[in-house]
């Protein structure tokens, strides 16, 4: 009878360990996926959340140098965000070039992250399309086109300051369930995006 009862006590000690030492995961997953209202504001001080989650709407786009790209392209993986219209000029070319070193810093994560271009290239010919996504192998580009469902799509991005999405030179984080979850000022650092994915990507069992 002893013994058993030693077994017993030696078990809940150890499943007591281990929720100890888990406790501080769960609670992060339950904060940042299940309740996003009790998030803090200086969670992840580099980006501004977007609370709650806003999930992105349906769309379908033709691609540029790949097919085409729908809404199913945001699931499973986390998704880098830019928009933009007319040339990409030095500003866009900055910011592309920022998702792109931001991802390849993540080291065994970067399989988990991935990088999509909404680009509204009205009056921008084919050969300037292309050089462009040559340039930038892996980033998928999204042609837009106004009106209907690529307005939709464009507005989701407007945030609470009701700058134009196109005009803002921010970059987005978009969640493995396609809610677009953080935004990033233009003159963010990349160091500062990467310690906000590293954290992320750390508690974060999605993607």
């Known amino acids: 009878m002893n013994k058993i009862v030693s077994r ?20 992060a997953w339950l904060v940042f996926f299940v309740f996003p209202e009790f998030r803090p504001t200086d969670t992840m001080n580099h980006g501004e959340l977007v609370v709650p989650a806003r999930p992105l709407p349906a769309f379908h786009l033709q691609g540029i140098g ?9 699931r499973g993986k986390w998704t880098f965000v830019y ?22 810093t993540q080291g065994k994560n970067i399989k988990r992250l991935q990088r999509l271009f909404l680009w509204n290239t009205e009056g921008i010919g084919e050969a300037q399309r292309l050089e462009l ?3 930038f192998p892996g980033l998928v580009i999204g042609n837009i086109q106004s009106g209907g469902q690529a ?13 134009d999405p196109y005009s803002s030179g921010r970059l987005y984080l978009v969640d493995p369930m396609g809610n677009l979850m953080m935004s990033y000022e233009p003159d963010t650092v990349p160091r500062g995006i990467t310690k ?12």
């Open 8 to 27: 017993t006590r030696s078990r809940a000690a150890l499943v007591l360990l281990l929720l100890v030492f888990a406790a501080p995961v769960i609670l």
């Open 151 to 163: 307005d939709s799509l464009i507005n989701s991005f407007r945030l609470e300051d009701g700058a």
């Open 83 to 104: 928009l933009a219209e007319g040339a990409c000029e030095k500003p866009c070319v900055d910011q592309l070039y920022k998702m792109r070193q931001v991802r390849l």
């Open 133 to 135: 996504a040559k340039h």
């Open 66 to 74: 790949t097919d085409t790209v729908d809404q199913n392209f945001l």
């Open 196 to 207: 906000d994915l590293e954290r992320l990507l750390k508690y974060s069992g999605l993607g």
